[in-house]
């Protein structure tokens, strides 16, 4: 039900060449390798129920009009090239 796909690799380069592009907020995240519920994936406690402290940023939102700008950018400079 979404207008697009997902792009993690590209929205991880904006990131990397601007931050500003995500909202991000510290949660405690980990990864189930023990339990048959959630085997293999990522629990994050956006609320902070386990009371653990934080232990990575996670993308919450997303900047779309400045993402698409830096890919813009980007395959303008490659085309330039």
């Known amino acids: ?13 904006a990131y990397l060449i601007d931050p500003t592009v995500l909202t991000v907020k510290p949660m405690h995240c980990e990864i189930d390798i023990r ?3 959630s085997y ?3 629990n994050c406690d956006s609320f902070g129920y386990n ?6 940023d996670v993308a919450v939102d997303i900047d779309v009009e400045k993402f ?3 890919i813009e950018a980007g395959l303008r400079r490659y085309d330039n090239a």
């Open 1 to 13: 039900g979404w207008e697009g796909g997902p792009l993690h690799d590209p929205v991880t380069v």
């Open 35 to 37: 339990s048959v519920m």
């Open 40 to 42: 293999g994936r990522t």
């Open 51 to 56: 009371g653990k402290e934080p232990n990575v």
């Open 68 to 70: 698409w700008d830096i």
